[in-house]
């Protein structure tokens, strides 16, 4: 799934209660751009059913799971309340420990 309308969808079926996603940062901005619709936008609509956010930086064109980067357009929504205490999975490839270390502490600062 990667258009909005497709999880709304989705949402005709199951409640928050039953139904939990695992929000991955990386794929949700290359399918934006794809579609043409707001990351923000979406991501209010699908809030109440985030449980996890999957994290990786990428140029919108590729998936190329790079670190996580500062000031990049995920952290308003990664600082909101909901999500503060959810869990946060690192979705890099080829980068050494160093690299993860401080992504992490990156996160923990926020």
Known sequence: MQKPEEY?????????KNLGIN???????????????SKVKF????????????????????DEHLPIKKKAWYWP????NKFVN??????????NIDKIKKSIEMLEKH
């Open 8 to 16: 709304r969808k989705l949402f005709e079926y199951f409640t928050p």
């Open 23 to 37: 929000l991955n940062v990386g794929h949700l901005n290359l399918a934006s751009k794809a579609f043409e619709f």
């Open 43 to 62: 991501v209010d609509d699908i809030e109440d059913y985030i449980v996890a956010i999957e994290l990786s930086h990428n140029n919108g064109i590729e």
């Open 77 to 80: 929504i990664l600082e909101r």
């Open 86 to 95: 959810i869990p946060k999975i690192l979705e890099y490839r080829n980068f």
